[in-house]
């Protein structure tokens, strides 16, 4: 098992370099830093200006020796101008060239500055990110258990109303988009015009405090989405174990049908579910872009969209390193899992 830790924790280690280092070329174009050259200029710069800006400020370096920067395994570039300011990664206001560290990439703990908060790139993440774990806390304590209740249930008398009516209501939720869910609950739930104002259509005032009015919909947006994914894997998986030869030998020793299901079934039918809900992990993570804008929920997925649009460099790699890890680490998670559900799975 160390070993495979080991092996595996390598892996993980090399992608995610491999990863951010495709993601860094990608928000490192010509065509956004000339946006990012007139952002922090001003918009009538000419060529010859934005080619200057993005000199003195060490865009003009290779790719590979400002990947390393932002690693923090290359010394950061430093430009102290003639007003004893320095330019480049290690700037911060009203820090004096003699105090500016020589490395400050994501080994040392330094994730950049933020162009449009203004602000460090990992407290802005560690604020948001904590959004988005209530979040999805709340979703996976909703969705994973009535999930696997209507994957079983469906699953054990394949063919049977039960598994029509339930298998119906898991396609229905899975192929109903978010954004056409969260509008509907709103309407019936939070609209004036219909009368029933249960809760409240927004949920910016969960980012202070939690409650059940101010949380229901946005949860209950994402649950019924991911909900149906899952049960369905449960279902077609529980009715794969209950043909398979020790469930008919443990009825022909009598067994009744509910310590069979219990006992022998639940068991062996819940390792392709697992899968399927460990990967639900960087779904809610990346994936909440629609619930989070449409219910003003101002998390992570909003932070990535803030990002994205305005051109924010460093805080948009921050959001793809986290969402890296995020789905790396929980697809090895799931290969663990798999030991301790089926003993006859053995690491080789």
Not at 42 to 63: A, I, S, Y
Not at 220 to 233: F, K
């Amino acid at each position: 098992m160390i070993s495979f830790l080991a092996r595996r924790i390598g892996i993980t280690i090399l992608t995610i370099v491999c990863l951010t280092f495709i993601v860094f070329l990608l928000t490192n174009l010509d065509g956004n830093l000339v946006k990012l050259a007139k952002f922090m200029g001003n918009q009538r710069m000419t060529q010859e200006q934005v080619d200057n800006w993005l000199d003195k400020n060490g865009f003009n370096q290779p790719d590979i020796v400002r990947y390393g920067e932002w690693l923090g395994v290359l010394p950061s570039f430093r430009n102290v101008t003639e007003e004893n300011r320095i330019l480049g990664r290690c700037s911060r206001p009203g820090v004096s060239p003699e105090d500016t560290p020589e490395y400050c990439g994501i080994i040392q703990g330094n994730w950049g500055w933020s162009v449009i908060f203004k602000d460090e790139v990992g407290s802005i993440l560690a604020t948001r990110l904590k959004h988005t774990g209530w979040l999805m806390f709340y979703v996976m304590l909703v969705m994973v258990p009535f999930a696997l209740v209507v994957g079983v249930l469906a699953g054990m008398r394949e063919g049977s109303k039960t598994d029509r009516t339930l298998s119906t209501f898991s396609i229905i939720t899975t192929s109903t988009p978010e954004y056409v869910s969260g509008v509907i609950l709103v309407a019936i739930f939070a609209s004036s015009a219909i009368g029933l104002k249960w809760f409240k259509g927004s949920a910016s005032s969960a980012l202070n405090d939690i409650t059940f009015e101010n949380f229901t919909l946005p949860v209950v947006t994402m649950a019924l989405y991911g909900m149906g994914y899952i049960a369905r894997m449960t279902r077609a998986s529980m009715a794969e174990v209950m043909t398979s030869q020790y469930i008919r030998t443990a009825r022909l020793k009598g067994l009744s049908f509910p310590a069979i299901v219990l006992k022998h079934a639940i068991r062996n039918s819940l390792i392709a579910p697992f899968t399927v809900i460990m990967l639900q992990f960087p779904w809610l993570l990346t994936g909440v872009v629609i619930v989070e804008t449409l219910f003003n929920y101002k998390g992570f997925g909003w932070l990535l969209v803030q990002a994205a649009s305005n051109n924010d460099i460093n805080l948009l790699m921050g959001c793809s390193i986290i969402a890296v890890i995020v789905v790396l680490f929980t697809q090895l998670i799931s290969d663990i899992g798999y030991v301790y559900l089926n003993p006859r799975i053995r690491i080789s």
